[in-house]
């Protein structure tokens, strides 16, 4: 059983911080620096995933890119993403649980998953598309991630098993990142090791996994794959960062239908009748819940797919739908000479509460992804746009690695110049 963290200086439970700590110079390696004699492939520091994590400002962006990950998986039959909280039975500790139906990956896909810098998801259907998404997400939200993943290929199912941890990078010292992985070949109701390189480099990665995993045993970490069903995957994410007053930065315990972001919720500067008008609209409380933001995620409905949150599904709220006087307006944003025209419908209408309560802005989606919600085209004082809110599919421009924003091109340039008058 891996030290407690307070035992260990470099195991700060705070995202912010945790990536201030030094290596043994016998281990100090320069990121990306070439191992000698190996020219396949490129060294890369631990410490690369802690700074690679930051491009998440905000915790909720980055359990997104999770449930971004089960949303294209609907093309291989997900019907469902569940996000609940389990316990952790080493130290009891909260675990962060994402569990999908979809059509799981095979031992070649976990290895492209969870290496540096590969993405296959090319399609313009697809949401994801940077290949960086699940160690940026996983890592910003804890130091740790498992997955559990079964695939069936034909007449091949297969189970595997690997292991994200920052934890055991940096108490092991470790100048490079190291992914241990174990796979199984199921036989019936028997899964059977599969090797790739000898027998002791399995059990190698089997013993590494159970020493910083959760489960400590092999029929531990195989009883994880009894509620994923004939094909899925599940990911346990682990060691969950905390704020600076040693708390968790997700609450679990305010709402046991919901995962709230602590310490972001402020309806300050409101009387007492705003503030309760302010505290359930969405505007505001997708800043804090998660299922407030989520319910606003993605553009259109699904058919046969749901959010599961905390047990209970996730009821997609679309804006355009909650504004009154609405009006459909055709958008031509001025883009830089030499690119192709564009044109966007945009809905457009007053809030239903309004004058009440002022809110305005543009909810921004790409790709039916909600990057940008209630962006303020107009100053915040100005009384031009009071109230009215819009709602627009911007395909044409490249979203920033967080979703939260969009890439700075000549194209938003633009686009942004438009906006504004």
């Given at each position: 059983m891996p030290s407690p963290p307070e035992a260990d200086a470099s195991s700060c439970r705070s995202f912010w911080r945790a990536g201030s700590y030094e290596v043994s110079a016998a281990s100090r390696s320069l990121q990306g620096e070439l191992e000698s004699g190996d020219f396949d492939r490129a060294r890369v520091h631990p410490k690369f995933l802690h700074s690679n994590a930051?491009?998440?400002?905000?915790?909720?962006?980055?359990?997104?890119?999770?449930?971004?990950?089960?949303?294209?998986?609907?093309?291989?039959?997900?019907?469902?993403?569940?996000?609940?909280?389990?316990?952790?039975?080493?130290?009891?500790?909260?675990?962060?649980?994402?569990?999908?139906?979809?059509?799981?990956?095979?031992?070649?896909?976990?290895?492209?998953?969870?290496?540096?810098?590969?993405?296959?998801?090319?399609?313009?259907?697809?949401?994801?598309?940077?290949?960086?998404?699940?160690?940026?997400?996983?890592?910003?939200?804890?130091?740790?991630?498992?997955?559990?993943?079964?695939?069936?290929?034909?007449?091949?199912?297969?189970?595997?098993?690997?292991?994200?941890?920052?934890?055991?990078?940096?108490?092991?010292?470790?100048?490079?990142?190291?992914?241990?992985?174990?796979?199984?070949?199921?036989?019936?109701?028997?899964?059977?090791?599969?090797?790739?390189?000898?027998?002791?480099?399995?059990?190698?990665?089997?013993?590494?996994?159970?020493?910083?995993?959760?489960?400590?045993?092999?029929?531990?970490?195989?009883?994880?794959?009894?509620?994923?069903?004939?094909?899925?995957?599940?990911?346990?994410?682990?060691?969950?960062?905390?704020?600076?007053?040693?708390?968790?930065?997700?609450?679990?315990?305010?709402?046991?239908?919901d995962i709230l972001l602590r310490d972001q919720e402020n309806t300050g500067g409101f009387s007492r009748f705003h503030k309760e008008i302010v505290q359930t609209h969405i505007s505001y409380t997708l800043r804090y819940s998660l299922r407030a933001y989520a319910?606003?995620?993605?553009?259109?409905?699904?058919?046969?797919?749901?959010?599961?949150?905390?047990?209970?599904?996730?009821?997609?709220?679309?804006?355009?739908?909650?504004?009154?006087?609405?009006?459909?307006?055709?958008?031509?944003?001025?883009?830089?000479?030499g690119t192709e025209d564009v044109s966007v419908r945009t809905t457009i209408g007053f809030a239903k509460e309004a004058p009440v309560l002022g809110i305005f802005g543009i909810n921004v989606y790409h790709k039916n992804r909600l990057i940008m919600p209630f962006w303020k085209v107009l100053q915040e004082g100005s009384s031009r746009g009071r109230c009215v809110v819009g709602v627009l599919e911007a395909n044409f421009i490249e979203p920033a690695h967080d979703k939260q924003d969009f890439e700075r091109t000549p194209c938003l340039f633009g686009w942004k110049q438009s906006s504004d008058r």
């Open positions: 930051t491009s998440h400002k905000w915790a909720f962006g980055a359990i997104a890119e999770l449930l971004d990950n089960a949303v294209d998986e609907i093309c291989n039959g997900a019907t469902f993403v569940m996000v609940d909280k389990i316990i952790n039975p080493r130290d009891n500790g909260a675990i962060l649980l994402f569990r999908d139906d979809g059509g799981g990956m095979d031992p070649e896909g976990i290895r492209r998953c969870m290496s540096l810098g590969f993405s296959t998801k090319k399609s313009k259907k697809t949401i994801g598309q940077y290949g960086n998404g699940f160690k940026t997400s996983t890592m910003r939200l804890g130091a740790d991630a498992i997955v559990f993943t079964r695939a069936n290929r034909g007449s091949s199912v297969t189970q595997s098993i690997g292991l994200l941890s920052y934890t055991f990078l940096r108490r092991t010292m470790k100048d490079d990142i190291i992914v241990p992985m174990v796979d199984f070949q199921n036989h019936g109701a028997s899964a059977v090791p599969l090797t790739y390189s000898s027998q002791d480099d399995w059990d190698d990665s089997l013993k590494t996994i159970l020493e910083w995993s959760p489960f400590s045993s092999k029929e531990d970490i195989l009883h994880q794959f009894e509620d994923i069903g004939p094909h899925g995957t599940k990911v346990l994410i682990y060691n969950l960062w905390m704020n600076d007053d040693g708390l968790l930065e997700l609450d679990f315990d305010d709402n046991d239908e319910s606003i995620l993605y553009l259109r409905k699904f058919s046969n797919f749901q959010i599961i949150l905390r047990g209970k599904p996730v009821e997609q709220i679309k804006i355009a739908e909650e504004l009154k006087f609405i009006k459909v307006v055709t958008y031509k944003p001025q883009l830089a000479m």
